[in-house]
């Protein structure tokens, strides 16, 4: 049976007065983060800074890549009250505090300050595909312009990351949120209610405008993602998992131009995908 | 008497195959994040990931930043060994494991995961200054110049943060990380060494290539720098503590232009600041 869910989405921006570089006024709308504190069966977790855009979403996707619940079986509810900025969880096994003890010591992540990884990426078994899963080019090219011409916080108010999930080229969810970490655990949170009722899971492909850090790559591979996909570039480490993991990694990735840094065996040239025009130079980091 | 400490900077990219969309193989650089985790008098801390710039002032940044010590006078040594990725850290009253027990539970921060904020938020005292610390206008734009034409990590590899300080518009330090909560804890420690031996401390601009959010000027007030400028945006809750904290906040600043989001008062407009040209229509998001 799956969780008891509130719906607690909220506005996610708000008009402020600016002054520019003329020593004009005007207004321009900002993001709001809201701080939203976790409880699992009474024991408070983490306070979390979020958009608030699918707070549970976000908070099952959190206990679940921190591995702090093993399945979202074990979730009773997510309850979910801004008036307070309270999340509680309720797991079916609900000795107060048992979630904790059980699972050792709470880490928090994102940002490259935090323990998660070292305790995760001894765990971490590559992703089993044989056939590899694939994406083709001219579906990667779609991703793309549906991400670019979405309608977003971003545009409105700037300063969130975003990250989306595609089964081939369509779009099953799209997140934005203050930090990208807050996003890709809202994405896996959403992914594990869905996968709950559907066997087998697709193939999936994972859209980050964040960079392709370690952490970013675990989670894509927690959550079984063959395919990730970013705006932005990559760091060694999150190359080195990628590689290992059997995670795809595509970065720089805007309008019809990307750089393939893993696994292009799983991203198959097909003739709509071809861009047109002369080879580029290489261009190591456009912004 | 100053901490010693070790010069344990390490090479921060190395280079990397890729294929674009047209099917072309290059080389590319991409930054290195290495896992640094940190020991206080031999008990466990935290895991770090880092570009490994100066990793001696990042760890007494983040003890700092996070209230694991007082004062960077607590400190005996900073010993970081690349070989096992370890920081140790000694205190002056080194019973082992004592900082951790005296500071509570340790909280991580960082891309709105952690619990800083709300631990900090209570403690964080208005800067105090009458008349206030200023910047003028042209020294803003002589700081983006300094930033923009600087030999950087981000221009070889992409996929960092940098964070600089400046005393009026002479830069003082520059640092690139993987994360920009590393690269302002780098700051913070860097800072902590100097005003070590400094009285008065002169007034300081901080600024910093990632997003104002809350924990970001919770930072630059607990450094006691009254004025904070990034090339990205702001948060509202960001706007909330920079106008409660009275730090400046300037964002999307970028060549000549920028926005003022609180305490103008600290910003004096100047004939050499002036930008020439007509006023711009308001653009609240530029990439």
Redesign the interface.
């Known amino acids: 049976m799956p969780p008891r869910l509130t719906q607690a989405r909220i506005e996610p921006?708000?008009e402020?007065l600016?002054?520019?570089?003329?020593?004009?006024v005007?207004t321009?709308?900002?993001?709001?983060?809201?701080?939203l504190?976790l409880y699992v069966d009474k024991a408070e977790v983490?306070?979390?800074?979020?958009l608030g855009a699918h707070p549970e979403w976000l908070v099952i996707g959190?206990l679940l890549n921190q591995r702090l619940v093993e399945s979202v079986g074990q979730i009773e509810s997510v309850t979910v009250d801004w008036q307070v900025g309270a999340a509680a969880v309720k797991t079916l096994d609900a000795r107060p505090g048992a979630g904790l003890r059980d699972t050792g010591r709470i880490?928090?992540?994102?940002?490259?300050?935090?323990?998660m990884?070292?305790d995760l990426l001894g765990q971490l078994a590559p992703l089993r595909d044989s056939p590899p899963a694939t994406l083709r080019?001219s579906q990667l090219l779609q991703i793309l312009d549906t991400v670019r011409l979405r309608d977003t916080v971003?545009?409105?108010?700037?300063?969130v990351h975003a990250c989306a999930l595609f089964e081939g080229e369509r779009l099953q969810v799209f997140i934005e949120?203050?930090?990208?970490?807050?996003a890709v655990d809202s994405i896996a949170g959403w992914l594990a209610l869905d996968e709950s009722t559907r066997n087998p899971a697709p193939v999936r492909t994972l859209y980050t405008t964040g960079?392709l850090?370690?952490?970013m790559i675990i989670k894509a591979a927690q959550m079984g993602v063959p395919i990730v996909v970013s705006r932005?570039?990559?760091?060694?480490?999150?190359?080195d998992v990628a590689l290992e993991a059997g995670v795809c990694a595509i970065g720089r990735a805007i309008n019809?131009?990307?750089?393939?840094?893993t696994h292009?065996e799983r991203l198959i040239?097909d003739s709509a995908?071809?861009?047109a025009g002369a080879?580029?130079p290489?261009q190591?980091?456009p912004?």
Chains 1, 2 share one sequence.
Not at 154 to 159: E, L, R, T, V
């Open positions: 921006t708000r402020v600016v002054t520019d570089e003329l020593g004009h005007f321009l709308r900002v993001p709001i983060e809201r701080a504190t983490v306070t979390l800074m979020t959190y880490v928090t992540t994102g940002c490259g300050q935090g323990s990884f070292a080019q971003y545009k409105a108010a700037g300063s949120d203050v930090g990208r970490h807050n960079r850090t370690s952490e932005s570039g990559v760091t060694e480490m999150g190359l019809r131009r990307f750089l393939c840094y292009p040239r995908g071809q861009v080879p580029r290489p190591p980091h912004q």
